[in-house]
């Protein structure tokens, strides 16, 4: 028999067999639109406890993926589980699941991989993944992020990430991505970064140290200059770029140029490559 422990202010213990129409052997695969997560424990009867800011409206369907019933929870500090066995654990979550809330969260260091994304209603993402050192992939998969407004911090130091593929962001809503990859040190490649809309960023900090530490390919920083620049930005932002270099002697250093005297932007990066 499995335990699970419920969060939230009125945190319970009750005992559990197989979920209603479970007859045993593989699960059947998570539906596409959910948020899919792997995480660890290390020791028997371990918890995990996904965070979330008390912001928005909860009313999410969680399959643990232990061969547990499914869970619906609608309060923000209600997502804690047990496991019994040690080892990796693929967490599905469906339904109404707004943010996640990695930052300074006891169990930050549990997450190891993001699979999907998922539609399940996303409109914070500010300190999302923050500090999760042990995040080693993040596949955005099929998701619908148009009404997330912040992506402060997102990635704030999560240096085990290489690359990412965000060309599924739609990111039409945000008004802050300071600090989004700020530390991300193993960080080479971002594709899709260049095809942002930050037609709403509206402050001078909204794309402070937006990438330190890590890098975009040359092909990417490039675009992302050129790209922004058509986008008539906001003036006197000052983002920083990490380690990316540009082309010399062609648009993108036209178009960083253009971002510098025109827009009054005053940018960080790699230089030239």
């Not at 060309?167 to 942002?196: K, Q, R, W």
Request: with cysteine.
């Amino acid at each position: 028999m499995n335990i699970i422990r419920y969060g939230g202010p009125m945190s319970r213990t009750r005992r559990v067999g197989s979920p209603i129409g479970y007859s045993g052997g593989a699960q059947p695969a998570p539906p596409i639109e959910a948020f899919i997560s792997v995480w660890a424990t290390t020791v028997v009867d371990e918890t995990i406890t996904i965070p979330c800011q008390n912001f928005g409206t909860f009313n999410a369907v969680v399959d643990w993926g232990d061969s547990s019933p499914l869970e619906t929870i609608t309060t923000y500090n209600g997502f804690t589980h047990e496991y019994a066995a040690i080892g990796e654990h693929t967490i599905s979550i469906t339904g109404v699941f707004p943010n996640i809330f990695c930052s300074l969260a006891p169990d930050l260091l549990k997450i190891k991989k993001v699979l999907n994304l998922g539609t399940v209603g996303w409109t914070r993402l500010n300190s999302a993944f923050r500090g999760c050192t042990n995040l080693t992939e993040f596949t955005v998969g099929s998701t619908d992020i148009s009404n997330v407004t912040t992506m402060q911090q997102m990635f704030f130091s999560c240096p085990g990430l290489t690359s990412l593929d965000l060309s599924a962001f739609d990111t039409s809503s945000v008004t802050d991505m300071a600090f989004m990859f700020y530390n991300c040190s193993g960080l080479t490649s971002i594709v899709g970064v260049e095809d942002f809309d930050i037609t709403e960023l509206n402050s001078t900090g909204d794309l402070t140290y937006f990438l330190t530490g890590g890098k975009m390919t040359t092909p990417q920083y490039d675009n992302l200059l050129i790209n922004w620049r058509a986008q008539d930005p906001f003036n006197g932002m000052t983002p920083s770029f990490g380690a990316s270099t540009y082309t010399g002697g062609g648009a993108a250093a036209t178009a960083r140029q253009d971002l510098i005297d025109i827009d009054g932007w005053s940018i960080g990066d790699g230089g030239i490559a």
